[in-house]
């Protein structure tokens, strides 16, 4: 867009707002592309910079929203990623070449959460008593609590399988899978909140790539970077608006 309204002299002005990073073109060793998303400025591509998929993935990453999330929230968000990460597993051990095409197996987690939702809204009574139990209950419902993870994990699987058009492996023992990944689930949510402190600095890289791009076309240009709402409505809040003068 940015280039366009450059090519374009009867475009006079335009604002711009980042979003989905992770689908940026980069240039690579193996090919050359002049009109690639990043970068964009003259600055950055003397240097020779790149990010790579890991890093346009992460970019997306809004501490904002991970932040503004309650406790509950934050607990669901982290045990869905420990399912993403027992599916590797399987894929891993059972289905290597799909995974080496790095799938997609959509946003099953708006799904598990809702249904999770409903459930605790349909048994309020329930969840008020489990919280008024002895502590001579509390390992009685750490036990439930795993074997509700654990089921929840198998039908996170069976879900992923379908959307995949895989077939469910006879010798695949789910529970296995996930009392191996279960001691690691601790882990996921200090992992995911660096990600997500990383996440700003990397969509600033891309912003201020953006910027400099548009500063480098001469005086003819004005252009200004800011915030125009808060973050936790929308992590990509930071607009870039140029016009001509």
């Given amino acids: 867009m940015l280039r366009t309204f450059m090519e374009c002299e009867e475009v006079k ?18 090919s050359s592309c002049s009109k690639c998303g990043f970068p964009m400025s003259a600055a950055l591509k003397s240097l020779g910079f790149s990010l790579g998929k890991n890093a346009r993935d992460l970019a997306c990453q809004s501490a904002e929203r991970w932040s503004s999330l ?11 990623h420990s399912f993403r990460a027992a599916f590797q597993m399987v894929l891993s051990k059972h289905y290597p070449e799909v995974l080496a095409t790095s799938p997609s197996i959509g946003r099953q987690g708006k799904a598990f959460r809702r249904q999770k939702h409903r459930k605790a809204l349909e048994t309020p009574a329930k969840v008020d008593a489990s919280r008024k139990d002895t502590d001579a209950k509390k390992s009685t419902r750490h036990t439930s609590s795993s074997s509700d993870a654990c089921s929840s994990f198998e039908k996170f699987c069976l879900s992923a399988f379908s959307r995949l058009n895989l077939e469910h492996p006879q010798d695949l023992d789910l529970s296995a899978t996930w009392n191996e990944a279960d001691a690691f689930t601790g882990l996921i949510g200090p992992y995911w909140s660096i990600r997500a402190a990383l996440g700003p600095v990397l969509e600033t890289l891309i912003l201020l790539d953006r910027l400099m791009f548009l500063q480098e076309q001469g005086d003819s240009i004005e252009v200004v970077m800011l915030p125009i709402f808060d973050p936790t409505i929308s992590p990509r809040n930071v607009a870039i608006i140029a016009k001509r003068l």
């Fill in 70 to 80: 309650g406790e509950d929230a934050g607990l669901q968000n982290f045990e869905l």
């Fill in 13 to 30: 002005a335009v604002v711009s707002i980042g979003c989905c990073y992770n689908l940026l073109s980069e240039k690579t060793s193996e």
